[in-house]
């Protein structure tokens, strides 16, 4: 009997063993019920590609691009373009901040330039809700540096300790005249004002850093309540019981073949429900866009997965260096209602069938043959009322059409009910063509969507011009 029992036993802790290895290997889709996952990136070079962009998963490691594979949000400040975004979210979950790199290669600067004479701003964004963000300002954190050149890559976490954010980015302060990015910090409560930077991390020698996030660690597991992985000439991981403590090397990833010559942007991810995490890293070298690697103890090296690529799938967009949050319901329930993948289409003019709506300098007008994204537009639900429409620009994303004193613009949503009544319409049958659409105004609806001199107007109907002026074809 007894030997019965050990083989019985050994069966049973091999196939759990078994079960342990597929789990980590291909995590199993979250139920139905559970929140997923929000995923802020960018997605290359120029001044399209370098915004905001969001992606949603329900398991971890299926992403599906939010809002059409569009930008979410479009930085008008510095130099207009951004990189490297990270979430924060306040402890009680009553406020967020979207911090990036302050940088646009190929529509400003060049990599040169923005090592040694890079903007020395972080771009942020902040919001009560995460679907609703002020207009982005800039953030000096690398000003008070001697001799710092840049500022990149910023992350914060919470330091239940100081009681505040412990924000860290990377900054080149030459060696000898040659480059060399370390990682400072400074503490802040409100991405506004920050106390003065200090040196972070900075490795011997020559040797830069530039990418590293922190993770916290939930008791039992592995031997340190925070890990960060860094991307140093290798990635890097290493252990602390404070953020600000002293931090021990635990190793890199170069035993499963990963190393800084061939992925950086380490971010990562807790899977819900487990003590199972991802970490993604970019394989720049590549350029193959992120992958994740698995692990169920971040602290140790030789516990972390490398996956197929028919085990994960990263969506319609390259996702280059982000940040991954864990979504509360509710969270998910306002995101996904605010992105959803609503098509960008034109407004085509219909008695000027060559003409298309279009911005211009914030201006509204009609122009001949417009096909680049100053034309598109997304019909989302209207801001003011149901059964309505509102225009939400695509690349100037949270601008709407909207009419002031009877003229157009495309303005920034305020959130205000005034905004939102001036920015909603009614999709009728056009007045000119019944197969086509007149779009009649929320707050006076006397008057309708028309162009007059090529410019768009709020005006009152009343003659066969007037119809057609004010007919229009939503169209591809």
């Known amino acids: 009997m007894s030997a019965l029992r050990a083989r019985l036993s050994a069966i049973l802790l091999a196939a759990c063993l078994l079960f342990t290895g597929q789990a980590l290997t291909s995590p199993q889709p979250a139920a139905a019920a559970d929140p997923g996952y929000l995923m802020v990136h960018f997605t290359g070079e120029g001044s399209t590609n370098q915004q905001m962009y969001l992606s949603h998963s329900t398991d971890g490691v299926h992403w599906n691009d939010l809002n059409g594979g569009g930008m979410v949000l479009r930085s008008t400040v510095g130099t207009k373009g951004v990189r490297d975004p990270a979430f924060v979210r306040s402890p009680d979950g009553s406020k967020y901040w979207i911090i990036a790199t302050d940088l646009c290669i190929s529509c400003g600067q060049s990599w040169s330039q923005s090592i040694n004479d890079g903007s020395r701003n972080l771009v942020v964004w902040e919001s009560t809700d995460l679907v609703t963000w002020s207009q982005p300002r800039l953030l000096n954190v690398a000003g008070a540096i001697p001799d710092g050149r840049n500022a990149w890559a910023p992350e914060a976490i919470w330091d239940p300790a100081s009681n505040d954010y ?50 916290e660690v939930p008791a039992g597991v592995g031997n340190y309540r925070y890990v960060r992985a860094s991307g140093d000439g290798q990635i890097t991981l290493e252990g602390s019981n404070s953020i600000l403590g002293t931090w021990t090397n635990l190793g890199n990833l170069s035993g499963i073949g990963l190393t800084g010559s061939m992925v950086e942007g380490p971010m990562w991810m807790k899977f819900n429900g487990t003590n199972k995490w ?47 949050m864990n979504l509360t319901a509710a969270e998910e329930s306002r ?17 000027f069938q060559d003409r298309y709506v279009r911005h211009t300098n914030m ?30 620009s695509v690349n100037f994303p949270g601008h709407f059409l909207r009419h002031s004193n009877f003229d157009f613009q495309l303005a920034y949503n305020d959130g205000t009910a005034q905004f939102a009544a001036d920015a909603t ?5 056009g007045l000119a063509d019944s197969t086509w659409s007149s779009f009649q105004s929320y707050n006076y609806p006397d008057r309708y969507i028309r162009h007059y001199a090529y410019e768009l107007r709020l005006d009152p109907i009343t003659n066969a011009t007037g119809r057609s002026d004010a007919t229009f074809r939503v169209t591809s």
């Open 335 to 351: 995101v996904l209602a605010r992105w959803p993948n609503t098509p960008a289409n034109r407004l085509q003019s219909y008695n």
């Open 166 to 215: 412990i924000l860290y980015w990377a900054t080149n302060v030459p060696l000898n005249g040659a480059t060399k990015h370390r990682i400072f910090y400074a503490h802040t409560s409100d991405f506004r004002t920050i106390s003065t930077p200090q040196i972070y991390i900075d490795r011997p020698g020559a040797q830069e850093i530039i990418d590293t996030q922190i993770i």
């Open 425 to 429: 319409f009614r999709q009728v049958a």
């Open 278 to 324: 991802a970490l993604y890293l970019d394989q720049y070298a590549t350029s193959g866009g992120y992958m994740p690697v698995l692990t169920t103890d971040p602290s140790d090296p030789a516990a972390y997965q490398k996956q197929t690529s028919s085990s994960y799938n990263m969506g319609g967009t390259k996702k280059r260096h982000g940040w991954i």
């Open 363 to 392: 201006d509204v007008r009609i122009d001949q043959n417009v096909t680049s994204e100053d034309a598109k537009f997304r019909m989302r639900p209207g801001l003011a009322g149901t059964g309505t429409v509102s225009f939400e």
